[in-house]
């Protein structure tokens, strides 16, 4: 197996080529995962961002889901961010009563939690872990983390302001999931962290 791992993006619905360009810049090999067929090619798998009602109707429709379920019981990485985290999530509040998730992360989610695309924002987030300055993170219609369950390590949180304390990056395992979305701002740590764990997981 090469050096450099082979990460899927799942290409079912969201901001796909952001993502591919990220894992590029820190080395990884990016595969965009249109069919189910193409999960037996790579070491990991991103999940965008986007709408995830839709994301999950699409997997769903396509016969996605349980293979993607299975990739995570059998250990795949995944990285989920804003409609990812969602997706990976095994609780999810204010979503259809028929909404289906990939699971594995045990924390429970609230989707739009920020509000409409209008109330989308930026703000500074500190994630010693990754070292260097505080990460610059771009919120658009995000959800937030209501509850994590005992394995779940918190890696970010907003620190200021009247959403002081909310929760919008944890790490489960080989599960990695984040409110925001790193792929947008050209700061590269969350993806080059993830390259690293699925290095490790190799």
Known sequence: MSASPTIGVLALQGDVREHERSLEAVGATALRVRRIEQLSLIDAL??????????????????????????????????????????????????????????????TVRRNAFGRQVDSFETDIDMAWLGGPPMHAVFIRAPWVEATGAEVEVLGVIDSGDRAGTIVAVRQGLLLATSFHPELTGDHRIHSNFVEIVKGNR
């Open 46 to 107: 991103v999940i965008p961002g986007g709408e995830s009602t839709t994301m999950s109707k699409l997997a769903v429709m396509d016969g996605f889901m349980a293979p993607l379920r299975q990739a995570r019981l059998d250990g795949m990485p995944m990285y989920g961010s804003c409609a990812g985290m969602i997706m990976l999530a095994d609780r999810v509040l204010d979503a259809r009563p028929d909404q289906e998730t990939i699971g594995g992360l045990d924390i």
